[in-house]
């Protein structure tokens, strides 16, 4: 008897569990930028992604004095205005970008992180403005929220060519129990 | 390139900068929470150049209630915050409590004119941490991030993320703190 309902309920949750996280994934365009955002809320936690457009990415760095050619490979990185906030999860929210995944049909690899692109700019020898900008502008590589609504917002690579397709998965841990939230084809800039 | 041209793309990427911002600014709404510090520890050393070229040092503020908020221009919800921030001096700063804003890798030059456009524009001190170590010495990881400091010199909350420092909850949290 228990078997049998446990057979009817399994599907019954299965499909309650798929349409929550498909509804959860919410998209729109900013009329006048044109820009997607992408957005979900699971497990207390609210995840989302804005494209950053190659011109505002240039456009930004260029006037905080980065050089044309740093900017220029970080502008067409597939770049997104990331918010990640701890609205309601029971305790700390703690994450490490390293954790995270931008799965594409090139494979899976973590966004690249502030440290990453610094060392490569070494060589266009940044202003310590620049690099201080450029350093705090990113999505930090690793954080805490705690409850009640502690969040960030930053700019994150994710190192793929322009109009690409991915799902990003966001890995976080509250009270070491692990956690994820995933965002599903999501499309790089042109 | 010749110069024309020079000045075509610079204007060019100057009118594009201020497409940034739209996009940046589309933020979820500001809570007014602040998190206590479960284990109180003295606050790090905080001795900075003001705006106003005075020498700003944390360890002479004690008895006060002292918001120290890490910013920059560039950072929308800083931006969006700092209102918050003098309206929150203005309420409460006969009562004890002080701002003092510090500034991330920025200049004078940068900071000044930002300042102009905001309303109510700020009085308390903004300070000048332009090689970011004050920043790191504070163990911050990302921006806004803004501490309170007791009126015994320990850390006693913090936030991360931009607030609305007005919120009557918040002020009573902060006036709360000076009669303990």
């Given at each position: ?14 499909s309650?569990?798929?349409g929550?996280?498909?509804?959860a ?5 900013d ?5 997607v ?36 490979s ?36 973590s ?16 202003s ?14 690793e954080?805490?929220?705690q409850?009640g609504g ?19 998965v ?5 009270a ?15 | 390139m010749?110069?024309?041209q020079?000045?075509?793309?610079r ?22 929470g602040?998190a ?9 050393m ?19 209630v ?37 500034n ?14 905001v ?10 941490d ?19 400091v ?5 850390l ?10 007005n919120?009557?909850d918040?002020i ?9």
């Amino acid at each position: 008897m228990l078997r049998d309902i446990s057979r009817r309920l399994i599907p019954v949750i299965l499909s309650l569990l798929w349409g929550e996280s498909a509804l959860a994934q919410t998209r729109s365009v900013d009329p006048e930028t044109g820009s997607v955002t992408w957005e979900t809320q699971t497990h207390g936690v609210t995840l989302s992604l804005t494209q950053i457009l190659p011109d505002q990415a240039r456009a930004f760095y260029v006037n905080r004095g980065m050089p044309t050619a740093a900017t220029e490979s970080y502008a067409k990185s597939c770049v997104y205005m990331t918010v990640l906030r701890n609205d309601s999860a029971p305790d700390v929210v703690h994450f490490r970008l390293a954790d995270w995944s931008v799965v594409s049909e090139a494979g899976s690899q973590s966004p690249i992180g502030a440290a990453t692109w610094l060392k490569r700019f070494e060589a266009d020898a940044l202003s310590q403005s620049a690099r201080i900008a450029f350093r705090w502008a990113q999505f930090p590589p690793e954080q805490e929220y705690q409850p009640g609504g502690d969040w960030n917002q930053g700019m994150l690579s994710t190192g793929l060519p322009p109009n690409s397709e991915f799902d990003l998965v966001a890995r976080w841990d509250v009270a070491g129990e692990p956690f994820e939230g995933v965002l599903k084809n999501v499309r790089c800039a042109k | 390139m010749s110069v024309v041209q020079n000045r075509r793309c610079r204007w060019a990427l100057l009118l594009t900068a201020w497409l940034v911002f739209p996009v940046l600014a589309d933020l979820p709404p500001l809570t007014h929470g602040l998190a206590p510090i479960a284990e109180p520890v003295d606050a790090p050393m905080l001795r900075l150049t003001s705006m106003d070229d005075e020498i700003v040092d944390l360890a002479s503020l004690r008895g006060q209630v002292v918001v120290v908020n890490f910013w920059a221009t560039w950072c929308p919800p800083c931006r969006r915050e700092m209102p918050s921030l003098e309206h929150l001096y203005q309420q409460a700063g006969e009562k004890g409590v002080t701002v003092l804003a510090v500034n991330v890798g920025e200049d004078e030059d940068t900071v000044f004119p930002f300042l102009g456009t905001v309303d109510p524009s700020p009085t308390f001190p903004i300070l000048f941490d332009t090689d970011s170590s004050v920043l790191t010495q504070w163990r911050v990881r990302g921006l806004p991030t803004t501490f309170v400091v007791g009126p015994n010199g320990k850390l006693a909350y913090q936030a991360v993320g931009g607030r609305e420092f007005n919120h009557p909850d918040l002020i009573d949290q902060l006036l709360q703190l000076l009669e303990k």
